[in-house]
């Protein structure tokens, strides 16, 4: 006779972060290995230019319209304009910024090591917070 385990879900309650480009709701926290949030980005608005030392992302836009700036420094950015059900790797140390041509809505899942709130360097930011790790 095999036994069983019985295996219940974990639920939680996402948290939501107002930022000056719209908000993030995030929906995994790292406890279970991982990161997802939900980025809402308000049309004209855009992210921070930034990498991560360790953090490696993965984005997909579930709607809108979204410029995409990436590459191995400021000097050297791609631009990629994405459209929605396309999906983006960003490896550890690619700078990268988005910036919404429509309003938009993109999942994020990343990694989640020791520190991963605040492994964030802004290069420049259309809101004041360059060099640091602000929401």
Known sequence: MTAHRAAYADVIAAS???KPWGHEVLFADGDHGYV???LTIGAGHSLSLQYHD??????????????????PSPAA??????Q????VHL???CVHRIT???DCVFVEVSTAQTGWRD???RLSDHYGRTGTNAP
């Open 91 to 93: 490896a550890a140390l």
């Open 16 to 18: 939501i972060q107002d």
């Open 54 to 71: 360790r953090k490696d992302e993965t984005l997909h836009l579930l709607s809108g319209e979204a410029l995409l700036e990436h590459g």
């Open 77 to 82: 950015l791609r631009s990629l304009v994405m």
């Open 119 to 121: 492994d964030v360097v």
């Open 84 to 87: 929605p059900n396309q999906t």
């Open 100 to 102: 919404a041509v429509q």
């Open 36 to 38: 997802g949030k939900l």
